[in-house]
């Protein structure tokens, strides 16, 4: 064998050596990277934040309108639905993180997790619901998280539901079954935002109904933002219709 035919197989060798060294660095390195040519930004201020920080910085987590504790939260949301439905009882607990304002950081925070593709957020929304949850001792009251189901066409239009990223999160802190197979929102509907009490009960009438799974004795039913509470109510209905009997609410914001 020729000294040129050795030399040939060492810098091929040598080559390989090098390309899976710099793959490997590039994988530890490639947020760093990222963030050199895609800084990541506050979706509720736009002020820059580092690249492992979560989507929402600590100056705006401690603007948004946040109840004093779980119980105050779970009162509001009652009283919601005392008054909106006097002959509608809320079998479980509720829990809610923050008051919801127009115009407000929070507003844009929500507006940038459902219409503008950071589900990210879900993410951090849910980690703190389902803290206030435990620190309230309201994890023992249900046995699966379940989320308001979008119509597929709205979750094509999204490309995901953020109440299943915000209960995905909540389920997995609180170790219990997520449950996103038990009822399927069969009707289009168009957005809830700006309409009254009685046209959102009209535009959700119908609108979902039993997969045809068995339905746990106890739930957790997740949404992002409750208004009016009429489409949690509507998926309630189909919940309890089918066996369930203790239903419990959380959301990210109250703005009823």
Known sequence: MTQGSTVQPRFAFLLFFEF????FLFLVMRDDILYLFYPRVCAGCGSQ??????DICPECIAAFDAFGDADASGYAILELFRRNY???R???KAWTLYRFHKNDRLQRVIHAMKYEGVNSLGKVFGRLLGEMIAGSGGD???SCVVPVPLHPLKVFDRTYNQSETIAR???SLLSKDFRNDLVVRKKYTRSQAGLSLQERLSNVRDAFEPSGRAIPKSILLVDDVLTTGATVSAVRNVLESE???H???ATIALAG
Do not use: C, T
Request: hydrophobic share 55%.
């Open 20 to 23: 899976v060294f710099l793959y």
């Open 49 to 54: 934040l580092y690249a492992d920080a979560e």
């Open 86 to 88: 006097p002959d509608d």
């Open 90 to 92: 809320v079998s479980g």
């Open 140 to 142: 023992a009251l249900f």
């Open 169 to 171: 999160a909540v389920a």
């Open 243 to 245: 066996g369930a009997e």
């Open 247 to 249: 239903i419990s609410i």
